[in-house]
């Protein structure tokens, strides 16, 4: 596996791999992660493997979608067992850049992804999807994947990287993956190594506020306010869960709707103690 820092000297390997041997293009897939890797990022990893002749990886936690009262300083860092595991899943290409890096001195370009940006964790965390969608777009213009792999976890972020790739003519196949989940149903999240075993139980509430509003859309519900209400009944008796928001909203389009059916994104964010967990479920 080769690393970089530098861009354009990832761009330049990135360009090299697209063309085969034989001088032909070949695909290459592109899995942006904020590094401390879990299933869930090796998930997206194994999905490129199988479908793209080269793999290209990112580990950049991003300062441009932190707020200023989040975890950008603490949040969670293992190169070593990062670089380990990726190699070990067959990843050609390693990006690590510095923020210095990406964000030279008198970098000012933004996207910003109007509408959808301001919902869900775009309405918590104010600027969160700029930034997102600005390291994106840097990392889809130097790797020039065929495909982009991203998890169904962040629900929003696919929502938000669908329409920009859609908006700017990016021909870029966006590919998600499902969640994947501890056994206990949590979803895995870099950040479940900020909870004690203390609030463990808490932070399942929100699968299990999920699978509440799935049973009750089993049986019949379709009232979106009475499926969130069965949500935010499990959310109020779950000591030490405190909601940030539990919306049904369409999932590509992010506005709430009117009657829950295919395509209904049901989203959850909440807090245990000082940790930020999401979740969500997908009516398919
Ligand atoms: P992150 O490192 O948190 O920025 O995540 C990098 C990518 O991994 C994003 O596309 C996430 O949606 C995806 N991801 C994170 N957690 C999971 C999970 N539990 N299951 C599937 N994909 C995930």
Redesign the pocket.
């Known amino acids: 596996m080769q690393i970089f820092t530098d861009p354009r000297a990832f761009q330049l390997a990135c360009r090299a791999l697209r063309r085969s041997a034989t001088g032909e293009e070949q695909p290459l897939g592109l899995?942006?992660?904020?590094?401390?890797?879990?299933?869930?990022?090796m998930?997206?990893v194994a999905a490129s493997r199988a479908r793209d002749a080269v793999t290209a990886a990112s580990?950049f936690v991003n300062p441009l979608q932190f707020g200023p009262r989040e975890d950008l300083a603490t949040y969670p860092r293992r190169w070593e067992q990062d670089v380990a595991q990726l190699e070990a899943a067959g990843v050609a290409l390693l990006f690590a850049p510095t923020p210095e890096t990406m964000y030279p001195p008198g970098f000012t370009t933004a996207v910003e992804v109007t509408g959808l940006s301001e919902r869900l964790c775009g309405a918590s965390r104010p600027g969160h999807f700029r930034g997102v969608a600005t390291v994106v777009l840097k990392l889809f213009l130097l790797a020039a994947p065929q495909r982009a792999?991203?998890?169904?976890?962040?629900a929003a972020?696919?929502a938000v990287l669908r329409r920009m790739v859609r908006d700017l003519n990016l021909d870029i196949e966006i590919v998600v993956?499902?969640?994947?989940?501890e056994a206990d149903g949590l979803?895995?999240?870099?950040?479940n190594a900020y909870l004690s075993a203390a609030e463990r139980p808490a932070a399942l509430g929100l699968s299990r506020t999920l699978r509440a509003i799935e049973a009750a859309y089993a049986g019949g519900e379709r009232d979106p306010q009475r499926l969130l209400a069965v949500g935010d009944a499990v959310v109020t008796a779950t000591p030490g869960l405190r909601l940030d928001y539990l919306a049904a909203v369409d999932a590509d389009s992010l506005a709430p709707v009117a009657c829950a059916g295919p395509n209904t994104l049901f989203a959850i964010a909440a807090f245990v103690g000082k940790t930020r967990l999401i979740d969500n479920w997908l009516v398919s």
Do not use: E
């Open positions: 899995v942006p992660t904020m590094g401390a890797l879990h299933a869930g990022h998930s997206l580990i792999y991203f998890g169904q976890k962040d972020q696919v993956q499902p969640i994947v989940r979803a895995m999240s870099s950040r």
